[in-house]
């Protein structure tokens, strides 16, 4: 099967596999995320509509809406519930796009390097542990894109001066320890 946001799962007389608990738990995470990452990219949107930056964003925010509706179909394909803290990701990550872009566009780019590294390196472990176990080869193959997607997105804010955001250390451990939170929580709720 081909897990793109463009594939249709064709209804047969043999349904899907269930997901095992800890597939389970990848796509309702990665189905959170990406459903903050894209309200991010909203939310500085919002605020950054008139800036030259603001084709870069979109360009982000639409990459994201497309592994956000890849995710939509595995979470429907696998029988797998979105967290039930869906509401509540969308809405912070809006939040957090429109706080980081209101303090300035180098900012909202800090915000992106911040979510983009633990996103990338989030996506890795879990190609890792598919390949290990030789599980999911087409799955596979969409985390390793989207990963890749993801770090260029942390390189597209690292050449928008993202790193010389005032107190982007201090911003960049926040929105850090922010997404290794969600992450935990998204897994299991």
Known sequence: MDYTAESKYVMTEQSPPKANQRLAEYLRVNHAGERAAQT??????AVLKGHPQAAEIQHMMEQEQEHLDTFDTLLN???VRPSLLDPLWGAAGFMLGAATAALGPKAAMAC????EEVIGTHYDRQVQDLNNRHEEPELVK?????????????????EHDGRQAPAYGLMKAIIQTGCKTAIKIAEKI
Do not use: P
């Open 112 to 115: 992106t390097i911040a979510v």
């Open 142 to 158: 969409t985390l390793a894109r989207f990963r890749d997607e993801e770090l260029e997105h942390r390189d597209i804010a690292v």
């Open 40 to 45: 991010i990219y909203k939310g500085q949107l």
């Open 77 to 79: 394909d696998y029988k």
